[in-house]
């Protein structure tokens, strides 16, 4: 079915942290390239991380780099993106996003073919 299950999204004050997970089932994690992306009211879609497929390499925009971390375990078939020092700006529906084959990531999303249905983070004091 090659599925993407994304969690862990909620309320939580500026300044605070969040990890957020995205469990994949139906194909062979370390085959693919995953990406994380965001959608608030009002904006386009954005790419906030990527890791390769033998999790060696991520990329990340300038507005949550040092701030957002991505991390995968392929035997447990789950990545995390870990979120520190949060902003009311990040506040948006998170969503973990496949390509299929060995490479490296890529932050624009109209090449992600495999998405997860996503998880909101709200950022408020």
């Known amino acids: 079915q090659l599925q993407l299950v994304e969690s862990g999204g909620g309320l939580v004050q500026p300044g605070k942290s969040l990890r957020l997970s995205c469990a994949t089932s139906g194909f062979t994690l370390d085959y693919y390239v995953i990406g994380w992306f965001r959608q608030a009211p009002g904006l386009e879609r954005e790419g906030v991380g990527c890791?390769?497929?033998?999790?060696?390499?991520?990329n990340y925009p300038d507005s949550v780099k040092g701030r957002f971390t991505i991390s995968r375990d392929n035997a447990k078939n789950t990545v995390y993106l870990q979120m520190n020092s949060l902003k009311p700006e990040d506040t948006a529906v998170y969503y973990c996003a496949a390509i299929g084959g060995r490479g490296r990531c890529y932050l624009g999303y109209a090449r992600y073919e495999y998405w997860g249905q996503g998880t909101q983070v709200t950022v408020s004091s």
């Open positions: 890791i390769s497929s033998d999790g060696r390499s991520t």
